[in-house]
């Protein structure tokens, strides 16, 4: 883990609220892995709290980050110019398990939970099968796709409005794909909205396939300093922010509880 200013050299509004930052970072660059997130730290002081952004993807010695403007932090980010620095802290928590070869994949990321999705797919697609399914509530919540590498990718586009793609969510993708799919799918990555993880995880366990979330958490320390992250699992109480944001599903998803139709849109 490194804690280090880094240089940006790009900070671009990619739709809506939605921003795509490029930084610098040599050492971060060779020891971050797809999954694992960074505490950005605000510039105003007065916001003492780093704010927790995943990996988007890393080419070359560039760190990338695909955030989206809401509060104080994030708003003060989309202000930053290039040439300026920004002091994050990272790479943190486990990631997911890419260290697979020859398997059938299935991706779904839906709305902000695009953003560990790029570099996941691209440490995954020349030695696996993929299948991706994206969505988000409209056609800018998927615009950061048109920067992805899909090349020997399967790809399946939703919108909630149907600005793009097919109109409706991953979730009716994913259970279309496994009626009529006659190779077993291996394993599902997914991020995304709560409930949408929740009903794909749901579909993995009945279909016995092995499935990866990843949770978003609030953080306070992002380090395992303090307790703001804690959830209770099946295995007892962990901490998203060094135990995940990466679990098995099979570890906190009770089926049983999860409604599969809950209000699993993209956003
Ligand atoms: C592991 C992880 C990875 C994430 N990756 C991304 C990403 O790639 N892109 C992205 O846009 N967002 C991501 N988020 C969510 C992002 O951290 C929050 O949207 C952001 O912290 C909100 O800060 P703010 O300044 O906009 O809001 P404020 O309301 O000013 O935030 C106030 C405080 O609450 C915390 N907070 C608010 N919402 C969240 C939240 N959803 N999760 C965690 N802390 C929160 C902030 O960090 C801050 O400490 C991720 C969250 C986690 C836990
Ligand atoms: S955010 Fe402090 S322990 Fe996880």
Not at 40 to 52: A, F, I, N, Y
Not at 181 to 186: A, E, F, L
Not at 236 to 264: L, Q, W
């Given at each position: 883990?490194?804690?280090?200013?880094?240089?940006?050299?790009?900070?671009?509004?990619?739709?809506?609220?939605?921003?795509?930052?490029?930084?610098?970072?040599?050492?971060?660059?060779?020891?971050?892995?797809?999954?694992?997130?960074?505490?950005?730290?605000?510039?105003?002081?007065?916001?003492?709290?780093?704010?927790?952004?995943?990996?988007?993807?890393?080419?070359?010695?560039?760190?990338?980050?695909?955030?989206?403007?809401?509060?104080?932090?994030?708003?003060?980010?989309?202000?930053?110019?290039?040439?300026?620095?920004?002091?994050?802290?990272?790479?943190?928590?486990?990631?997911?398990?890419?260290?697979?070869?020859?398997?059938?994949?299935?991706?779904?990321?839906?709305?902000?939970?695009?953003?560990?999705?790029?570099?996941?797919?691209?440490?995954?697609?020349?030695?696996?099968?993929?299948?991706?399914?994206?969505?988000?509530?409209?056609?800018?919540?998927?615009?950061?796709?048109?920067?992805?590498d899909f090349e020997?990718?399967?790809?399946?586009?939703?919108?909630?409005?149907?600005?793009?793609?097919?109109?409706?969510?991953?979730?009716?993708?994913?259970?279309?794909?496994?009626?009529?799919?006659?190779?077993?799918?291996?394993?599902?990555y997914t991020c995304?909205?709560?409930?949408?993880?929740?009903?794909?995880?749901?579909?993995?366990?009945?279909?016995?396939?092995?499935?990866?979330?990843?949770?978003?958490?609030?953080?306070?320390c992002g380090i395992?300093?303090?307790?703001?992250?804690?959830?209770?699992?099946?295995?007892?109480?962990?901490?998203?922010?060094?135990?995940?944001?990466?679990?098995?599903?099979?570890?906190?998803?009770?089926?049983?509880?999860?409604?599969?139709?809950?209000?699993?849109?993209?956003?």
């Open positions: 883990m490194f804690l280090e200013d880094v240089k940006i050299i790009e900070n671009i509004q990619i739709a809506d609220n939605y921003y795509l930052m490029r930084v610098e970072g040599d050492k971060m660059s060779q020891h971050s892995k797809p999954g694992q997130f960074f505490m950005l730290q605000c510039k105003d002081r007065s916001r003492v709290l780093r704010r927790p952004i995943s990996l988007h993807n890393v080419d070359g010695n560039i760190l990338e980050f695909y955030y989206e403007s809401l509060g104080k932090g994030t708003k003060e980010f989309t202000k930053l110019s290039i040439g300026e620095t920004i002091n994050i802290q990272g790479p943190l928590g486990n990631g997911y398990d890419t260290d697979l070869e020859g398997k059938n994949i299935i991706v779904i990321g839906g709305g902000m939970g695009m953003a560990p999705i790029k570099y996941l797919i691209k440490n995954l697609k020349d030695n696996n099968d993929i299948t991706f399914i994206g969505g988000g509530k409209n056609v800018g919540a998927v615009k950061i796709m048109e920067k992805f020997n990718i399967k790809l399946k586009v939703t919108t909630d409005d149907g600005s793009v793609g097919i109109k409706g969510n991953t979730v009716d993708i994913l259970k279309e794909i496994l009626k009529s799919q006659n190779k077993k799918i291996d394993i599902i995304g909205p709560h409930p949408m993880m929740m009903a794909v995880a749901k579909i993995a366990q009945e279909n016995n396939i092995r499935c990866q979330v990843s949770l978003e958490e609030r953080m306070a395992k300093a303090c307790v703001g992250c804690s959830i209770l699992t099946k295995k007892g109480m962990k901490k998203v922010c060094y135990d995940g944001p990466v679990f098995e599903s099979t570890d906190i998803v009770d089926v049983d509880m999860v409604d599969p139709n809950g209000g699993c849109n993209n956003e």
